[in-house]
C-alpha cells in the first residue's frame, strides 16, 4: 500500500508502508548494525586532550578575556558612554560614570570615566558587540590564548576595573610598538 503526499514545497513524495519480514520484526540486524557501530568507534582516534599537559589550539578568531585599553600616557581611554553595554546582547556590562577631578588628569583622558566597570563572564558571550560598538575603541577581547579562570564562587566571575584595565607596562609597550613602526 503507498500513500502519494504533497509537501509544501510543491514535490510529490510516495510513502509505501508494507509489511515487516519476521526478521525486521524481530530487530535482530538492526541490533547488529547498531554494535557494530559501536564497536567500530573503539579503534578511532580519540578527540579528548589531556589539558594541562596538551593546550588545545585555539582558532585564529579567538576571542579571549576582556580589556580595557589605555594610551600612550597610561590614561584609560573609556568614557563611560554605555554603548558597549547597550550593545551587549547578554547585559553582561554594567558601568556608573563619573566626573574626573583636576588632579585625575594623569589618569582619565575625558572629563568623564567610568567609576565602576564591571562584566558578569557567567552571562557574556564573548560576541565582540561591545568591541564594535565602543567609540573610543576602549574595550577589546584580547588576542591571547588567556581563558577566563574556573572558580567555585558566582561573585568571582564579575570581573571589575581591577581585573579589566590593562597593565600599565603593557600601555608602555603598545606605544613604543606603534612609535617604531
Known amino acids: ?3 502519494e503526499t504533497i509537501s509544501l514545497s510543491g514535490r510529490k513524495k510516495v510513502v509505501s508502508n508494507k509489511e515487516m519480514t519476521f526478521l525486521e520484526r524481530l530487530y535482530l540486524i538492526a541490533i547488529i548494525k547498531g554494535l557494530f557501530i559501536t564497536i567500530k ?3 578511532k582516534k580519540k578527540a579528548t ?3 594541562p599537559e ?6 585564529p578568531v579567538y576571542r579571549g578575556r576582556h580589556m580595557l585599553k589605555r594610551d600612550e600616557q597610561g590614561r584609560e581611554n573609556c568614557t563611560a558612554c554605555g554603548l558597549c553595554a547597550l550593545s551587549c546582547p547578554a547585559e553582561a556590562i554594567t558601568m556608573k560614570a563619573a566626573e574626573r577631578r583636576p588632579d585625575e588628569k594623569h589618569l582619565y ?8 566597570y ?6 557574556c558571550i564573548f560576541c565582540g558587540l561591545c568591541e564594535e560598538a565602543c567609540p573610543k575603541d576602549a574595550i577589546y577581547l584580547t588576542i591571547s590564548k588567556e581563558l577566563v579562570p574556573a572558580n567555585y564562587d558566582r561573585e568571582n566571575f564579575i570581573f571589575g576595573k581591577e ?10 609597550q ?5 612609535n617604531a613602526n
Open 1 to 3: 500500500m503507498s500513500i
Open 41 to 43: 568507534h573503539f579503534f
Open 49 to 51: 586532550i589531556h589539558y
Open 54 to 59: 596538551q593546550v588545545r589550539e585555539m582558532s
Open 109 to 116: 583622558r575625558e572629563e568623564k570615566y567610568a567609576e565602576i
Open 118 to 123: 564591571e562584566i558578569n563572564m557567567l552571562r
Open 163 to 172: 581585573q579589566l584595565v590593562m597593565p600599565l607596562e603593557m600601555a608602555i
Open 174 to 178: 603598545n606605544a613604543q610598538l606603534k
